[in-house]
């Protein structure tokens, strides 16, 4: 009896029950072994917090040495030289270019007076002169012509002018160059008027000036007109050199 109302009084204290419960696991069992998974996790993370990492030094190695803030400064200064340059360059090379014509035009009545000079030489009628873009203009008794409009040995003609013309200029800006090298420009196309002329020109530079004056060629005829002769011959894949020369 002392019982009985000893619950009554419990029950009353409890109110009213109210609706069952959710609960997250489905059976006691779960709940059991979702605690026994939670138990083993919790050995192993203690086990792994006693273990040293064995990347904790390379991690801050890199923190410390490898990851730099980017300094754009030396790009940068690259960058504006690299543009001045271009500049430079277009104010040299453009032909519309003031700063390029002043320049051809300190050296250019040189240039012509040479060029006129070894083309009468060399007896080429023509008339060539340079103007301060670098075009030329071809003329022969006031008939404008291209450089395709010459025949073959009066191509070799202005070439061979040209390229004399030029080296004076080059020497007359730094300094003179010893060595000249003539390679077949008189063998083809050239007649034996343009050929005498050539090698007066060239006895005339190397006696005047003191140039060692080497002439590449295939014509036999020539051999009598120069002072030393170095003979290159290629017979099956091999060549033998001779020379009047006595070697000691």
Known sequence: MIQENTLSIALEELGELSDEPTVFYDSLDDAYNHRSSL?????ELEGLKLQVDPYQEQIIEMQETAIKE??????????????????LQKLLT???????????DQNLSFLNKRLAYYLER???PHTVVFLND?????????????????SRGERNRLI??????????WENLYQPINLLFI?????????SSGVENSLAILKKISRERKKSV????????????????????????????NTDIEVI
């Open 183 to 191: 390679d077949e420009l008189v063998d083809s196309g050239m007649d």
């Open 70 to 87: 980017v300094d754009y400064t030396t790009l940068n200064e690259m960058v504006r030289v690299k543009e001045h340059q271009e500049f």
């Open 94 to 104: 453009s032909k519309d270019s003031f700063i390029r014509k002043r320049i051809i």
């Open 122 to 124: 060399i007896g080429l």
């Open 134 to 150: 670098l075009t030329v203009e071809i003329q022969e008794l006031g008939r404008d012509l291209d450089f395709d409009n010459l």
């Open 39 to 43: 138990d083993k996790l919790k050995a």
């Open 214 to 241: 080497w002439l590449v060629s295939h014509k036999d005829e020539l051999a009598g007109r120069v002072n030393n002769i170095l003979t290159v011959i290629k017979e099956n894949g091999f060549t033998s050199y």
């Open 160 to 169: 061979l002018s040209l390229s004399w013309a030029f080296r004076d200029v």
